[in-house]
């Protein structure tokens, strides 16, 4: 199992305790691109997928509900993370 996979499995059993850089790691694995930075927003994007994942740290953590946004964007639209 790679690093990403196990990160994703942990999200979808905890995704409270995520470090900021996990999710966006996950992001980017999923095919998401970092479109802008805006103060501690980062928002990605990914072609043919409507919604963005917009992420913000709080401290060294990265947002619950946010994690859980991201995750149902990936289950929504059958996103493969390896």
């Known amino acids: ?37 805006n103060g501690s927003h980062h928002v990605y994007a990914k072609t043919g997928v409507a919604e963005i994942i917009d992420l913000q740290p709080i401290g060294n953590k990265a947002k619950t509900y946010q994690v859980r946004q991201m995750l149902d964007l990936i289950e929504k639209y059958s996103i493969q993370i390896k």
Do not use: D, E, H
């Open 1 to 37: 199992m790679s690093r990403t996979a196990k990160i994703f499995a942990a999200a979808k059993q905890n995704p409270q305790g995520l470090s900021f850089t996990q999710p966006q790691a996950l992001a980017v694995v999923a095919g998401f691109r970092l479109k802008r930075v």
